[in-house]
């Protein structure tokens, strides 16, 4: 079984930025490609960026130069960089892999 491990989410301010982690174990395959969503209050679960297992990268247009998404050599850890956040990002940060989820973790961002 695969699990995925977030991390890296807290409190800012707008403008500031953060780095989420996710880390993959167990039976996780280097061709795959993993993702981040995010869950507001109130709002539904939205996709968020991807990565394929050949590195390319898909962003939602509302963060589209301000989030990158990268993993590493060993392709069992996902980050995301967060940077210019907005009050409207705030939600909680999913990792997700084939059909497994991360358990998310907490993104608030002040104005």
């Known amino acids: 079984q695969v699990q995925l491990v977030e991390s890296g989410g807290g409190l800012v301010q707008a403008g500031g930025s953060l780095r989420l982690s996710c880390a993959a174990s167990g039976s996780i395959s280097s061709d795959w490609a993993m993702g981040w969503y995010r869950q507001a209050p109130g709002k539904q679960r939205e996709w968020v960026a991807g990565i394929s297992s050949v590195g390319t990268t898909y962003y939602v247009d509302s963060v589209k130069g301000r989030f990158t998404i990268t993993r590493d050599n060993a392709k069992t850890t996902v980050y995301l960089q967060m940077n210019s956040l907005k009050p409207e990002d705030t939600a909680v940060y999913y990792c997700?892999?084939?059909?497994?989820w991360g358990q998310g973790t907490q993104v608030t961002v002040s104005s």
């Open positions: 997700k892999s084939a059909n497994t």
